[in-house]
């Protein structure tokens, strides 16, 4: 009833999750030749809220895969269900990245931004795709992601590992401190350094490797924002860290906006503004 989506891609691993309405086992059966998977990964626990991650994978490697339990597969084994590995760290790649925020609507004004995307890059595989926040409306509940991001995307997630950060709509149901709520429950974020990059111990912000490119994602709603704190401390100590040739940073509050918010004035824009950019 939800899924499969691929999380956490690295060059040599990717999780793989996925919800059934039965609580089963888990199994991810994979290859690399369509209808022949004769690699698998199980899980013996019955759950409802499947997470696999699949290790020991070759870098920039196509995979082909099928969900399901250890009696039958729900889905895969086709064309459309694969994974891509990342490249190593520093290797030069041309690199597509597809970035929406405030997407989660669940409308036809998302359903247009999706298909205009799915238009416009036409058989080009998407590397990386990021999500910037209010990921789901009204306020980031269950019910609203599996409208706004699993009804709405479920070619893409099946075979493009989605990344995201914590918007204010998505935080009223979620907590950083305690990485509780919808949004930690459905994503699976590094924060063990397992991307290639620092480990921040949290999956409120973290950092990953994809190519030559160094992604960080902040926390501007829900952690501590202060110069000083635990997530600038972090981002510091992670930048220091890495040989990347480019750097990309992302997190949900516009450091400079004059639209529907005013960086003048409000507090997580006004702050991300003075602590975080001079660090970058």
Known sequence: IRGPYL???TPSSVTVRWRT??????????????TNLLDSVSDTNLTVDHEVTVTGLVAETKYYYAIGSTVTNLAGNDANHFFRTAPVSQETKRTRIWVIGDSGTANSNAATVRDAYDIYTGTNL??????????????????HYQAAVFEMYPSLLRNTTL???????????????????????????????Q????????????SFDHANIHF?????????RSTNGTMMTWLRNDL?????????????????????????????LVEMRTNALPIL
């Open 7 to 9: 999380q956490t891609g």
């Open 21 to 34: 309405d039965l609580s089963t086992d888990t199994r991810v059966a994979f290859g690399n030749t369509l």
């Open 126 to 143: 998407t590397d990386a795709w990021v999500m910037l926040g209010d990921n789901a409306y009204p306020s980031g509940s269950d019910a």
């Open 163 to 193: 990344w995201a950060t914590l918007g204010n709509h998505d935080g009223s149901s979620a907590q950083s401190a305690t990485q509780s709520g919808p949004y930690y429950d459905i994503f699976s974020f590094p924060r063990d350094g």
């Open 195 to 206: 991307a290639g990059g620092l480990a921040s111990g949290t999956e409120a912000y973290y």
């Open 216 to 224: 960080i994602c902040l926390d501007s709603y829900d952690t501590d």
């Open 240 to 268: 220091a860290a890495t040989m990347q040739d480019w750097i990309i940073a992302y997190w949900h509050h516009p450091p400079y906006s004059r639209g529907s918010h005013n960086s003048d004035f409000e507090t997580e």
